[in-house]
């Protein structure tokens, strides 16, 4: 069945009542973009953002004559650009979805395929992983950045803390490459919900992935910490994240634009000795040893 969209560019404090008015008129769904270039990187916590002008995409039904609503929404909210419709044509939108992911490779051993695909390297470290809920898929270069460090320097045994662990990648892919037991830890749980399904699917026993929320670990203390999350959580937690780090371990993060990496490095200058830094599209990987007597 063929679909139509209804494009309309909005200013931010009218978006919710637009989209009343588009779900009452029979929008099947909604989706809202940046109609500038006015990106929004880091919310804090408990917000949601919207852009000072919004670019409000909703889906109809092929049979609905959208000419009449787009024309009282202009007249009605004094739009500033004229809504207009654009037909979508009808496609297989699961296989064209699958089409999107395939299996990609990190480093020298590292795999992380869709389930819906055969691994390329069948004596690799296959990592199965379908996008979903919690980010994470290596598709994001600050996922790719860690998943590279994660293949060359993950050492057998190891102890493993994943700080807002997303869909569990990391922690996972570190048990597959040797370590020897893992913490996943984050405060959405839908992220746990996503690591417990993800450790299932790559046969990781429970005994050595613990997944739980951040204060879980207690005092535990790994050999590696890895944190993919913002700079500016990065920073706030910098106690936190080097109380888990033993003397001589290691420290991994990422999430962290180039522009924010100084400020970044500097919140842990006098307790981890930082390798140079890693950039991938414009995200920056840090890496370090703690220093024994911070």
């Known amino acids: ?15 919710e009542t637009i989209e009343a008015r588009l779900e009452s ?27 000072p002008e919004l670019s409000l995409t909703a889906l109809f039904a092929d049979d609905i004559d ?3 609503l787009a024309a009282a929404l202009q007249a009605e909210y004094g739009l500033a650009a004229s809504p207009h419709v654009a037909a979508v044509p009808d496609q297989d939108w699961t296989r064209a979805w699958m089409d999107d992911f395939k299996p990609m490779q990190f480093g020298a051993r590292v795999w992380v395929c869709p389930s819906w695909c055969e691994p390329p390297d069948p004596h690799a470290v296959n990592l199965r992983l379908d996008p979903g809920l919690a980010f994470g898929t290596g598709t994001h270069p600050t996922t790719a950045l860690c998943l590279k460090w994660l293949d060359v320097h993950t050492h057998d045994g190891d102890r493993v803390l994943d700080f807002g662990c997303g869909s569990g990648v990391l922690a996972i892919a570190a048990l597959m490459l040797g370590a020897g037991e893992a913490w996943a830890v984050d ?40 944190a993919n999350i913002l700079s500016g959580p990065l920073i706030a937690l910098a106690d936190t994240l080097c109380a888990h780090v033993r003397p001589g371990g290691r420290l991994l993060l990422s999430g962290i634009l180039e522009t924010q990496a100084e400020a970044t490095a500097a919140a842990y200058a006098d307790r981890i000795d930082w390798d140079a830094p890693v950039t991938q599209e414009g995200w920056v990987r840090l890496s370090g040893r703690r220093i024994d007597d911070a």
């Open 1 to 15: 069945m063929p679909w139509q969209n209804l494009i309309i560019t909005v200013p931010e404090h009218l978006a």
């Open 25 to 51: 008129a029979g929008a099947l769904s909604m989706t809202l973009g940046d109609a500038g270039d006015t990106p929004v990187l880091e919310p804090g916590p408990g917000e949601t953002p919207l852009w």
């Open 66 to 68: 959208l000419a009449p």
């Open 187 to 226: 405060i959405d749980p839908q992220a746990l919900t996503a690591t417990r399904d993800n450790a299932r699917r790559n046969d990781i026993a429970d005994e050595r992935l613990h997944i739980g929320q951040p204060d879980a670990p207690g005092t535990w203390r790994a050999d590696l910490v890895v």
